[in-house]
């Protein structure tokens, strides 16, 4: 639930640090949202979120499931309209 909390702290008061210990690249949907208005920075393993900030809607991609669902997230509290394309390779398997 990394991605979602993500999205939660964009709207919190000072900083907050999310710790990825196990896969590489999980934090695909962390430049999404800095598309959106987010201060987010990315340091190895670890994203740093400086909130609260206000997020503007824009065309964003999701990564995966999880980028999806905090992108939703997301474009709930953002100004403007959020449209959300998924991978191709998520749509082949609906």
């Known amino acids: 639930m990394q991605a979602q909390f993500m999205a939660l702290v964009t709207q919190a008061e ?16 962390a430049s999404e949202m ?8 990315i340091e190895g393993r670890r994203a740093v979120v400086h909130g609260p900030t ?21 474009a709930l509290v953002a100004q403007g309209e959020t449209l959300i394309v998924p991978r191709l390779s998520h749509r082949s398997r609906l």
Not at 34 to 41: E, F, H, P, Q
């Open 14 to 29: 000072g900083t907050s640090a999310i710790t990825e210990t196990i896969f590489e690249n999980r934090f695909l949907h």
């Open 34 to 41: 800095m598309r959106m208005g987010a201060n987010i920075s």
């Open 54 to 74: 206000t997020l503007s809607g824009t065309g964003v991609i999701a990564s995966d499931l999880r980028a999806s669902a905090s992108l939703v997230l997301a």
